[in-house]
T-cell receptor, first 115, second 111 residues
Framework: DAGVIQSPRHEVTEMGQEVTLRCKPI?????LFWYRQTMMRGLELLIY????????DSGMPEDRFSAKMPNASFSTLKIQPSEPRDSAVYFC?????????????FGSGTRLTVV | GEDVEQSLFLSVREGDSSVINCTYT??????LYWYKQEPGAGLQLLTY?????DMKQDQRLTVLLNKKDKHLSLRIADTQTGDSAIYFC???????????FGKGTRLHILP
């Protein structure tokens, strides 16, 4: 398996523009998680899905952020409009089950810079 | 909410042992994990320990769990330059689907 695949690896955009981050989880993994990593706040859970259904979006910072999972093999995280404070590394992770030794498998991340 | 705490930095000489410590608050933890993040990469699961164990060894890695004190440690024997990374302590419970991560310990290897 190719692992969790995220695209793009790097994104530079201007303030006010829409940004879409993409994730392909590992086949057979029923759980998908979106995280944001910054030096100041560390790793923050934004939202997670189980069987394509959003379960907990309490970590989404504000209405500018939205996430979808239209099918088991694809998810998007959208920021509209983007702001400089959204600059961070965004990770997608997937897992076949939770509360187990599997833990999560992380993608390589998307480094977002908003100027 | 539940919390995981770890020191932010550790410097160790090449060839010495590294010990990274972590404390957590969740009394219902079932699994505890150590993840490694190399520059420009995602987090990679290094090892895990089930909450009814107190030690697990895997080659150069030794995990110690003191459940009474809610203290977890990761010992890396014969530390090498390739061990330079950020190490995250994390825990999960049967209460929900989430893994709670610490802020990570940056391990720096001195020549």
């Amino acid at each position: 398996d190719a692992g969790v695949i995220q695209s793009p690896r790097h994104e530079v955009t201007e303030m006010g523009q829409e940004v879409t981050l993409r994730c392909k989880p590992i086949s057979g993994h029923d759980y998908l998680f979106w995280y944001r990593q910054t030096m100041m706040r560390g790793l923050e859970l934004l939202i997670y899905f189980n069987n394509n259904v959003p379960i907990d979006d309490s970590g989404m910072p504000e209405d500018r952020f939205s996430a979808k999972m239209p099918n088991a093999s694809f998810s998007t995280l959208k920021i509209q409009p983007s702001e400089p404070r959204d600059s961070a590394v965004y990770f997608c992770a997937s897992s076949p089950q939770t509360g187990s030794f599997y833990g999560y498998t992380f993608g390589s991340g998307t480094r977002l810079t908003v100027v | 909410g539940e919390d995981v705490e770890q020191s932010l930095f550790l410097s160790v000489r090449e060839g010495d042992s590294s010990v990274i410590n972590c404390t957590y608050t969740d009394s219902s933890s079932t699994y505890l994990y150590w993840y490694k993040q190399e520059p420009g990469a995602g987090l990679q699961l290094l090892t895990y320990i089930f909450s009814n164990m107190d030690m697990k060894q895997d080659q150069r890695l030794t995990v110690l769990l003191n459940k009474k004190d809610k203290h977890l440690s990761l010992r890396i024997a014969d530390t090498q330059t390739g061990d330079s990374a950020i190490y995250f302590c994390a825990e999960s419970s049967n209460r929900d689907d989430k893994i709670i991560f610490g802020k990570g310990t940056r391990l720096h290897i001195l020549p």
